[in-house]
């Protein structure tokens, strides 16, 4: 089956990362993009993460997992690679009712990382629900070959506009003009 797309708002929302390698590193750098509201655990961490830790001032707990950690998260990424380990924390994660991401396990996700783009307030998420990660990626690239960065600009600006505007169908159908404007230019 495949998963919903959503986007989720981090702001009151606690994350903890188990793990300290490589891929607790891609999954701590794309979450950096949306919150900084992230503590990890692991008994040891690469060169990549210890400098995203210091930068960002996350707490990080330098220890093995052990049962109970989990408590009071919203969300859990377990990138470890003891299956068991990771299996545990899925079971656990169903006693305090968080999201569970364990990596590369599916049936022990409740949610998983698609492969997007981030230009200021634009982000595309392209998932193949894990059949083809490749292919997401690549897709990725194409759209973002595509993508002109003044979006990031031109949606500042559709910003304003809405909250200068009264909401109304007249400011509904100026804003899907300028919207249908930017992008007849864009591919000229």
């Known amino acids: 089956m495949s998963y919903f797309p959503a986007f989720i708002k981090f702001d009151e929302k606690r994350i903890l990362i188990v793990g300290g390698g490589y891929v607790a590193l891609e999954k701590l750098q794309h979450l950096l993009e949306f919150t900084n509201n992230i503590v ?5 961490y690469n060169s990549q993460i210890k400098e995203l830790i210091k930068k960002h001032s996350l707490i990080n707990n330098t220890k093995t997992y052990e049962e109970g950690d989990i408590k009071g998260f919203d969300i859990v990424i377990a990138a ?26 599916p049936k022990y996700c409740d949610f998983i990382f698609p492969s997007y783009i981030k230009k200021g307030d ?20 194409w759209l973002n070959s595509i993508i002109p960065d003044s979006i990031v ?4 600006t559709m910003k304003e506009y809405r909250k200068s505007m009264p909401k109304g ?6 804003l899907d003009k300028e919207a249908q404007s930017y992008i007849k230019d864009w591919k000229k």
């Not at 634009?122 to 292919?135: F, K, N, Q, R, Y």
């Not at 169908?169 to 100026?174: A, G, I, L, P, V």
């Open 122 to 141: 634009l982000t595309i998420a392209i998932s193949t629900s894990g059949t083809s990660p490749a292919m997401a990626k690549q897709l990725r690239i």
């Open 169 to 174: 169908k007249e400011r509904m159908n100026f």
């Open 153 to 156: 600009d031109f949606l500042k």
């Open 80 to 105: 470890v690679d003891d299956l068991n380990v990771q299996e545990s924390i899925y079971n656990e994660s169903r006693k305090y009712n968080c999201l569970c991401n364990c990596v590369d396990l």
């Open 40 to 44: 990890l655990i692991s008994k040891d």
